[in-house]
């Protein structure tokens, strides 16, 4: 049986990757792949060992994506171009395949942004407004850098809020591994995200060495690498929100304003126009929240995996999110475009 299961895979991903590669080949009506990444680091780089594994690729992994859709004929667009073609009823290419990136990372500068570069490839960022030109974690890595490098802390009572979400047989004597912390992540998502900042907030005041062995590189890009990059003409930016909140929770209009026109106001502020196209915080939408989307952008991205056909449903356009686990190789990155 051991022996079994890893060539049941690879049979799996053969075949998902030759969909793939039949659907890219052989499509006649225009078609778009929207490409999702959010953390571009090196396999060495010491910010991977708190971050969750569907975040990360490596640069190596990204060019390889473009390369191979490259040699494939697609045609690399920017999604905004794209759109605008799309409803002016312009002449589309057979494959298009737009580039994204979510929540505005440092690293997208300093580790994707040469290989776009290298390769005349556009990509849209999705900037989180309130959190540019900060030394902001998110919530998921402010409780990783807990829960693998303050583990010794976690009978603390200012961490009492977070018990519930610990598993009864987690070992307190030793730090989390990642694959465990991303559970504990997953169960805290019960809570809306201020609750959880607050909490986080909080405990680092009554602890303060919490603070202390937080990654010390600056974890979100800067106003002058957003400048550097809009100026190359490769990249736009696009609106995540102000905070990162996650719509369905937030419970009033004037939060969800605040939350979706805001950013839009923050980004045309920044100098960062055009800001037309939204980005769903963890792919959670609302109806009010896409009404005053719909009222502000042109289009919005979702977390749904999936091709898009034309014309596309602009509110609710499909993209494959890339990391490690699923697109290191040629055949998983096929493969993850092929699976149903
Ligand atoms: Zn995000």
Redesign the pocket.
């Known amino acids: 049986m051991q022996l079994v299961k890893p060539i049941l895979k690879q049979a799996r991903y053969s075949l998902f990757a030759a969909v793939a590669l039949l659907r890219i080949k052989l499509k006649k009506s225009p078609s778009l792949i929207i490409l999702t990444y959010?953390r571009i680091l090196p396999g060495q780089s010491l910010l991977r060992h708190t971050e969750q594994p569907g975040m990360i690729a490596t640069p190596e992994a990204l060019d390889m994506h473009l390369s191979l859709l490259k040699r494939l004929g697609a045609e690399f667009v920017s999604l905004d171009t794209w759109l605008d073609a799309q409803r002016k009823n312009k002449g589309l290419p057979r494959l298009a395949v737009a580039v994204t990136f979510?929540?505005g990372w440092q690293d997208n500068y300093e580790h994707a942004f040469p290989v776009l570069k290298k390769h005349s490839i556009p990509a849209t960022i999705?900037l989180?407004s309130q959190r540019i030109n900060t030394s902001w974690l998110f919530w998921p890595e402010q409780v990783l850098d807990l829960l693998i490098n303050h583990f010794h802390h976690l009978g603390h009572e200012a961490l009492q809020w977070l018990r519930p979400y610990l598993e009864a047989s987690d070992d307190p004597s030793s730090p989390y591994t990642i694959l465990q912390a991303d559970s504990v992540i997953n169960r805290l998502k019960a809570l809306d995200d201020h609750t959880i900042e607050t909490h986080l907030e909080q405990t680092r005041n009554t602890l303060p060495a919490l603070g202390q062995t937080t990654p010390s590189a600056r974890p979100l890009l800067n106003k002058q690498e957003l400048d550097t990059m809009l100026a190359s003409g490769l990249i736009t930016y696009g609106a995540?929100t102000r905070h990162?909140y996650r719509l369905n929770h937030l419970g009033n209009q004037t939060t969800l304003e605040n939350e979706i026109v805001g950013s839009h106001e923050d980004l045309e502020k920044l100098g960062l126009q055009p800001v037309r196209i939204f980005?769903y915080?963890?792919g959670d939408i609302t109806g009010k929240g896409e009404q005053l989307v719909q009222q502000h952008f042109t289009a919005a991205c979702t977390t749904e995996r999936g091709w898009n056909r034309t014309p596309p449903n602009p509110f609710g356009l499909r993209r494959f999110n890339f990391h490690d686990g699923n697109g290191s190789t040629p055949l998983s990155f096929l493969a993850t475009l092929g699976r149903p």
């Open positions: 959010h979510d929540d999705f989180v995540h990162h980005c915080p963890n």
